[in-house]
């Protein structure tokens, strides 16, 4: 027995296989070319996009910890024109799914940045960045408040002319799946989560902070299990799809997610120690299921037996 198709349609979005990349962690994609056929991927997830260029934090912007990394780098991008010009054209001619991420400091702006790439047609899905911990205008104050998300999550959705909106959570909350119900009440037709959890880094020696930011996102394997526990009480909280993010290694990993109610997952930090890793995560995926004795992805989903 062998499982014949990977293929995943969910909240407007098609895709050849569950396997995307997650912002900020694969540039406009067109950079790990060298290490593998974008084909092989179900998504692109572009790095995050705002109206206009962003510098990003001072240096240093990366640390490592243990199981995982820590960043804040700031969204630097060189804005919504470059990217349409640019970076889109390329993607185009590749055969993947892309999705952009944006980031703005108000709803309005979210609304705007909508808009625009509403009208390219090389843009599969707008993924919109309410929970970036290492911004200090806006980001991560908005995914800490459901009003908020539900506002921006309406302002992207009217200008998105017709394009799947996807909201990406932070779990910084106290309640995940009461930022999840307000995602939903603001049109969001896919959710996906987490972003990375606040954290920081010191050095004894010279006293003084890792990261020029102080702050930074943590992400890695050592976030896995609060990400797995973020997706499963949204998946039981909404009714629209959801895309698990979050210390994704290995095809056992991805499956994880998608067993607690994941439609697809988002590989991030191990694109910076394996740049080859998402290429060949699709068909790890498959070999495993096979052996798991599972045909259709669609069978596993969901699949966790709870305890009575």
Known sequence: MEVSDLKVSFGGLSMSNPVMTASGTFGFGLEFAPYGDLSRLGGIVAKGISMKPREGN???RIAETPCG????IGIQNPGVEAFVKQALPALKRQDVAVVANLYA?????FGELAGILSTEDGVAALEV???????KEGGAAFGQDPAQIAKVTEAVKKRAGGKPVMLKLSPNVADIATCARAAVEGGADILSLINTLIGMGVDIRNRRPRLANVVGGLSGPAIKPVALRCVHQVCQAVDVPVIGIGGIASAEDALEFIMVGAHAVQVGTANFLRPDFAF????????????LCVERL???RGSLQLPL
């Open 58 to 60: 001072p240096m240093p």
């Open 69 to 72: 990394m820590l960043n804040a």
């Open 105 to 109: 400091c108000d709803a309005e702006e």
């Open 129 to 135: 960045n309410v929970s970036c911990p290492n911004v």
């Open 280 to 291: 060949t995560l699709a068909e790890d995926m498959a070999q495993l299921l096979t052996e």
């Open 298 to 300: 669609e069978d596993f």
